[in-house]
């Protein structure tokens, strides 16, 4: 009895694990980095200095800070249908995580400072903390991967690679 329950809980939390991770890479990988490169709306909005917490926490009723939230959370909604057949209790456990990681890793925006222990704990999880990504929010090169820091390596590399694709087609004679 005890072991089934276990065996359930266990599954639940690898699924909604499993959820943050993979849509957290595709957000980074198909969304965040490309839209850094090509496009202008992720920068316009998520990056404009000196806005409030609400803001940055997409908790605002601005079309185009909600365009860009939406774009930026499709991945995940992609993923949660995937994975609705195997738990669909980890499924809303993760994307309930997701959404408390977006508020949470913007409330530097109030003056917060992580504690220590938890600072700790999210190293040790690899879970991107408010300081981390406000770096990316101070400059656009840094700081990837929203809720995982072990996207931040490769979402350098593949911003370095598609800024040189760009560069390749703005130059090269039709
Ligand atoms: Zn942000
Ligand atoms: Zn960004």
Known sequence: MLAA???ELACQFLVAWLLLVMGDFLSTFCYHVPEHVFGSLH???HHSSKKTFRHYAILTLNVQVLLDGFLGALPYLFVAAVLWSVSPIGVIGGLLF??????WRHISALGWQ??????Q??????ITTPEQHWLHHQKTTVGFGDIFTFFEQPARAWMRLLRLLRLHFRYSPV
């Open 43 to 45: 920068l316009k909005t």
């Open 114 to 119: 992580t504690p220590q222990p938890i600072a």
């Open 5 to 7: 329950i276990a065996r």
């Open 121 to 126: 704990l999210c190293r040790v999880l690899f």
């Open 98 to 103: 997701g959404q408390f990681h977006v508020w």
